[in-house]
């Protein structure tokens, strides 16, 4: 298992951001929640929440593989479920963006929050599944799974405060 040892770096910077991100996504709930607007909790079950998860995944997955595993199969078991309980948590978030009423979502908002994390999660379990006979590509599929669920998140949190800031708290001043 020295192949992960070259992926400590990489693991410590994108954990410690995911990590650093979520306690920043509750600062910023915290703050708006002086103004929660009409229809927040359907905005927040499709819209926040799966941001709090996906910075969670890439926190757990930093965990995960900086752990001193004597053997591939474990890791690779606990990866797996996590990419299909993404994938399924996802495909839960798009049937809640589409029923939701408070927002209409834009094709940003599909790619961001369905499609990218759906494609992330997918290929966290097939790296999962392919890691006992190509365990050097499945290490660079939980890698890439991993950053483009950060790169989501950090999109969805900006996107949300934007939205908030820009077009809630101005439709309040109007």
Do not use: K
């Not at 965990?63 to 690779?76: E, G, M, N």
């Not at 940003?108 to 999962?128: G, I, K, N, Q, R």
Request: some cysteine; aromatic content about 14%; overall charge negative.
């Amino acid at each position: 298992m020295s192949e992960l040892g070259g992926w400590d770096s990489f693991y410590v910077i994108v954990g410690s951001a995911a990590g650093a991100l979520i306690g920043l996504q509750f600062v910023v709930m915290t703050l708006i929640a002086a103004r929660r607007p009409q229809g927040a909790e359907e905005g927040t079950a499709a819209f926040t929440t799966p941001t709090i998860v996906h910075f969670g995944t890439v926190f757990f997955l930093s965990a995960l593989l900086r752990a001193p595993w004597h053997a591939i199969t474990s890791v690779a078991a606990l990866a797996g479920l996590v990419g299909v309980g993404g994938a399924w948590y996802t495909a839960i978030v798009t049937r809640r963006m589409r029923s939701q009423s408070s927002y209409a979502p834009e094709f940003e908002d599909w790619l961001f929050h369905a499609l990218l994390p759906f494609a992330s999660y997918a290929v966290l379990a097939t790296a999962a599944f392919v890691a006992t006979s190509h365990f050097r590509e499945s290490l660079f599929g939980v890698g890439a799974a991993a950053l483009l669920l950060l790169f989501c998140g950090i999109h969805n949190s900006w996107d949300a405060v934007s939205y908030f800031v820009l077009v809630h708290m101005r439709s309040e001043q109007d």
